[in-house]
C-alpha cells in the first residue's frame, strides 16, 4: 500500500472514532501498547488532529510538500481555529525531544504566511536545549505540548482552550513555553 493509501486508511479509522474511544487509543499510548495496525508515532498524529476536529477545528490530515519530484516537507497536519493556522508536530519518542524538531518546525513555519504558527505535541519530555531555543529564537511561534497538558487537554475537551491560552500568553509575553499546568492556568 502506497503512503497515501495508508494516510486514508488512517484517517478512516480516525474518523469513526468518538471522544472516548480517543482516550481509551491515548491511555493505550502513555501505556506503550500500540493498538494493531498503528504504526509508531502515527496515532498521536491521528488522535491529535481527530480530537481537535471533535471540538469544532478544521483539521488537515497528515500529508507531504513537494516541490519538482523532491520531497520537501512531511507535516504532521494542520488545525485551524479562530483564523489562526497551526502546523502540528506530534513527538511520541521515549528520548527527549531536542532543538532539531523546534528548528525544523519554524523552517516550515518561515515557509508560510506569517500567521501561522506550530505546536510541538510531545508525549515524552523537551530538552532544556529545546526550551532555551524557544525562549531566544524569536517570533514565539511554537507552541510546546507536554505530556500532562495533553493528558489533561484531551480528558476535559479543551484543547482549544489550552490552544488560546498559548497563543494569548505568547503574544502578551512574547514567550512560547506556557505551562497550562502551572499556576493555576487551569
Same mark, same amino acid.
Given at each position: 500500500? *502506497?503512503? !497515501?493509501?495508508?494516510?486514508?486508511? /488512517? $484517517?478512516?479509522?480516525?474518523?469513526?472514532? =468518538?471522544? %472516548?474511544?480517543?482516550?481509551?487509543?491515548?491511555?493505550?499510548? #502513555?501505556?506503550?501498547?500500540?493498538?494493531?495496525?498503528?504504526?509508531?508515532?502515527?496515532?498521536? !498524529?491521528?488522535?491529535?488532529?481527530?480530537?481537535?476536529?471533535?471540538?469544532?477545528?478544521?483539521?488537515?490530515?497528515p500529508y507531504r510538500v /513537494? $516541490?519538482?519530484?523532491?520531497?520537501? =516537507?512531511?507535516?504532521?497536519?494542520?488545525? /485551524?481555529? %479562530?483564523?489562526?493556522?497551526? #502546523?502540528?508536530?506530534?513527538? %511520541?519518542?521515549?528520548?527527549?525531544?531536542?532543538?532539531?524538531?523546534?528548528?525544523?518546525? @519554524?523552517? $516550515?513555519?518561515?515557509? &508560510?504566511?506569517?500567521?501561522?504558527?506550530?505546536?510541538?505535541?510531545? *508525549?515524552?519530555?523537551?530538552?532544556?536545549?529545546?526550551?532555551?531555543?524557544?525562549?531566544? #529564537?524569536?517570533?514565539?511561534?511554537?507552541?510546546?505540548?507536554? &505530556?500532562?497538558?495533553? %493528558?489533561?487537554?484531551?480528558? !476535559?475537551?479543551?484543547?482549544?482552550?489550552? +490552544?488560546?491560552? @498559548?497563543?494569548? /500568553?505568547?503574544?502578551? *509575553?512574547?514567550?512560547?513555553?506556557?505551562?497550562? +499546568?502551572?499556576?493555576?492556568?487551569?
Open positions: 500500500m *502506497t503512503d !497515501e493509501g495508508r494516510s486514508g486508511e /488512517y $484517517q478512516r479509522r480516525v474518523l469513526a472514532l =468518538e471522544h %472516548d474511544e480517543l482516550l481509551l487509543l491515548w491511555r493505550d499510548l #502513555l501505556e506503550g501498547v500500540s493498538p494493531a495496525g498503528w504504526p509508531g508515532g502515527v496515532l498521536l !498524529e491521528y488522535l491529535i488532529l481527530r480530537a481537535f476536529q471533535l471540538e469544532g477545528a478544521e483539521v488537515t490530515w /513537494y $516541490q519538482d519530484g523532491l520531497l520537501l =516537507e512531511q507535516i504532521d497536519g494542520v488545525v /485551524y481555529f %479562530d483564523g489562526v493556522p497551526c #502546523l502540528v508536530e506530534s513527538k %511520541d519518542v521515549t528520548r527527549p525531544v531536542d532543538t532539531h524538531a523546534i528548528v525544523k518546525l @519554524k523552517a $516550515q513555519i518561515l515557509r &508560510r504566511p506569517r500567521m501561522t504558527v506550530g505546536a510541538v505535541f510531545n *508525549t515524552g519530555e523537551f530538552s532544556s536545549a529545546a526550551f532555551s531555543l524557544v525562549r531566544m #529564537l524569536p517570533p514565539p511561534d511554537v507552541l510546546l505540548w507536554r &505530556r500532562a497538558e495533553i %493528558d489533561w487537554a484531551l480528558r !476535559e475537551r479543551r484543547l482549544l482552550e489550552g +490552544m488560546r491560552a @498559548k497563543l494569548r /500568553y505568547a503574544v502578551e *509575553t512574547g514567550l512560547a513555553d506556557l505551562n497550562l +499546568m502551572e499556576r493555576g492556568r487551569f
